[in-house]
């Protein structure tokens, strides 16, 4: 069973900063697709940003775009996003997923295509 593992989350203010990572140690990390996605209750998980193996393509959902940036550190197996500006919209469970295949513009927000999920880590942003 491989394990994903998700930590960072917490409370702050509208306007504050938060920065969520994500960890998979049996995982030959390099080779996968990373992605964050969230929900809150009553809703479906939905997309929030996507990596390639390399980070070299990234993607984002509109509602974060300008303020959310996904990141990752191959050597230290750990995949990150740096949460600023936030909203009391953005408050839900945040999790990681993981999947070996590329993903496309189109593809990267389907959960369907993610292998392996993290257990979410809890953000709440108060007005």
């Known amino acids: 069973q491989v394990q994903v593992v998700e930590s960072g989350g917490g409370s702050v203010q509208t306007g504050g900063s938060l920065r969520l990572s994500c960890t998979a140690p049996?995982?030959?990390?390099?080779?996968?697709?990373l992605a964050w996605f969230r929900q809150t209750p009553g809703k479906e998980r939905e997309g929030v940003s996507a990596i390639n193996w390399s980070g070299s393509s990234t993607y984002y959902a509109d509602s974060v775009k300008g303020r959310f940036t996904i990141s990752r550190d191959n050597t230290e197996k750990t995949m990150y996003l740096q949460m600023n500006s936030l909203k009391p919209e953005d408050t839900a469970m945040y999790y990681c997923?993981?999947?070996?295949?590329?993903?496309?513009?189109?593809?990267?927000?389907?959960?369907?295509?993610?292998?392996?999920w993290g257990q979410g880590t809890q953000v709440t942003v108060s007005s």
């Open positions: 997923a993981a999947d070996p295949f590329p993903k496309s513009a189109v593809s990267w927000y389907r959960r369907d295509n993610y292998r392996h």
């Open positions: 049996g995982l030959t990390f390099v080779e996968y697709t």
